[in-house]
């Protein structure tokens, strides 16, 4: 609920290609206000062809302090920030945008930090783990490195586009902390699974998994938010797997990206040029 909207509410984005799926401007918005900021985050249908017109045009209003960017924007939308995290530098992606002091933008990628904040906080463990990753794009990037950084024992990663997954292997190797490797739909051998994919939104969708090959011993996590219960997760369930769905991820990215709209990210990485 909005509780205070007039001339001095401070602008805040979300932009998406679509964005009718977003849940987020509420929930942001509420948490926001509860904050004490006079502040609200308004949905943005904007297509990547025009994605750059946008953000030049929409950068010089006075009242906009912030961009969240969901898919398919969280690579180009790096390309506009002036200064990043050191995560949102090595990945090349960001999730969310907010004013520096000359009107220009940084930004930061939340998606993997929040995702592994809400599987830990629903049982998993990940040091010394295998983990499998389905999914090489923006949250999945983003997840993977997070869960190199929780020290993974190992990390198997499957996407549909072989030079994109290829592409995020070789970068993750570079931290030179675990096995990385490209992995398939098999699950089997494997103590957590993760499917950053959209797989599951639709109905009729495939898994992204083989779920014949799900044993209770897992850990199952999903980035979908929509259905509530994506199938993956029904799979994973009645197999006897500990699960985390999206919304449980998407309540962690919520804060983490108030808290850095807010100035009040205290995890948030050094800035960083965007070159050099």
Not at 255 to 261: E, G, I, N, P
Request: net charge negative.
């Amino acid at each position: 609920m909005i509780e205070h909207l007039d001339g001095a509410t401070r602008l805040n984005l979300i932009i998406g290609d679509p964005i009718a799926q977003v849940k987020s401007p509420g929930g942001v918005t509420a948490l926001l206000q509860a904050k004490g900021s006079n502040a609200i985050v308004v949905p943005i249908h904007i297509s990547a062809a025009d994605l750059d017109a946008f953000l030049k045009g929409m950068s010089l209003a006075r009242n906009l302090d912030g961009i969240i960017v969901t898919v398919p924007h969280k690579f180009a939308a790096y390309r506009h920030c002036s200064t990043v995290s050191d995560r949102a530098r090595f990945l090349q992606a960001v999730n969310v945008m907010r004013r520096n002091a000359d009107g220009s933008w940084h930004g930061d990628m939340c998606d993997g930090q929040g995702f592994v904040a809400a599987i830990e906080a629903a049982g998993a463990i990940l040091p010394g783990k295998r983990a499998l990753l389905v999914g090489a794009g923006g949250a999945g990037s983003a997840i993977a490195y997070a869960l190199v950084l929780a020290g993974v024992g190992a990390l198997a990663i499957h996407d549909g586009d072989d030079a994109r997954c290829d592409a995020l292997i070789t970068r993750l190797q570079q931290l030179e902390k675990v096995s990385i490797f490209r992995g398939s739909a098999d699950p089997a051998g494997f103590d957590v699974v993760v499917n950053a994919t959209p797989s599951g939104m639709r109905e009729g969708d495939p898994y992204p998994v083989n779920v014949k090959h799900l044993s209770s011993e897992m850990f199952v996590g999903d980035v979908v938010t929509l259905p509530a219960v994506p199938p993956l997760i029904v799979a994973a369930r009645e197999t006897g797997c500990q699960t985390q769905t999206g919304s449980g991820m998407f309540e962690k990215v919520r804060d983490l990206m108030v808290d850095f709209l807010l100035y009040r990210n205290r995890d948030e990485n050094e800035s960083l040029p965007l070159t050099g």
